[in-house]
């Protein structure tokens, strides 16, 4: 309970909020590093979760081989990247490291989500004259909208959660105040450090949750 307190105290002390490894800095940095992880994640995992849930081939096998991925940690993979010639690239290991952490979530939502599609609205929509590319923006991603946004939502929750590890390869964000406080031996820094994840992860969470209630979720015909 002491610990608690003492961590508390030090979240509360302004000194600690200011100046380059100051809280507020560390979390835009932490923002950062996930905006961009999700965003090349999205743009690399969702064309093609789109395109193969719309044809119906090579979806099972795509999602086999990201979920593979996950079976490797992704420490493991950046400790790899590390001793590569990518390691020179300031945050680029740390970025690909993530990006292929967050891919899997994402292909298998969007595309579980394409293949749920009610197949006699897809018939009917092409029925009506539908070509391939309409039928995809105006029939399928809209009703498939509630399976790719949990998909980015689970990506952007696992990002800010693993997006500490930036610390352990000299990169910012809040991983680095539970770095600086194994170093400093301080208890409650680290659980300071902990709380703030959890609490960013939490806040990210309820973001989506937000938008998803938003998202259309009634079926429409074409």
């Not at 909208?145 to 610390?167: D, E, F, H, K, S």
Request: glycine share 12%; net charge positive; charged share 15%.
């Amino acid at each position: 309970m002491t610990t608690l307190v003492d961590a508390w105290a030090w979240l509360g002390d302004p000194a600690h909020w200011a100046g380059d490894d100051g809280i507020r800095h560390r979390l835009l940095q932490h923002l950062a590093l996930t905006v961009v992880c999700l965003a090349l994640s999205c743009a690399i995992a969702l064309p093609v979760a789109l395109v193969l849930g719309h044809l119906g081939k090579g979806g099972a096998l795509a999602v086999n081989l990201s979920n593979a991925g996950r079976a490797v940690p992704t420490f493991a993979v950046l400790v790899l990247l590390l001793l590569t010639p990518l390691g020179r690239w300031g945050e680029g290991p740390t970025v690909v490291a993530l990006v292929l952490f967050a891919v899997p979530p994402l292909l298998t939502n969007a595309y579980v989500g394409m293949r749920e599609v009610d197949r006699g609205v897809v018939r009917a929509a092409r029925g009506m004259g539908m070509t391939g590319r309409q039928t995809l923006w105006r029939v399928e991603v809209p009703l498939s909208l509630p399976m790719i946004l949990n998909g980015v939502r689970i990506a952007a929750v696992q990002l800010v959660a693993t997006a500490t590890i930036a610390a352990l390869a000299g990169g910012g964000g809040l991983g680095r105040i539970i770095t600086a406080g194994f170093n400093l031996a301080s208890t409650p820094q680290v659980v300071a450090g902990a709380v703030l994840v959890a609490g960013f992860a939490l806040v990210v969470e309820g973001i989506f949750e937000a938008v998803e209630r938003l998202a259309p979720h009634r079926r429409r015909g074409p």
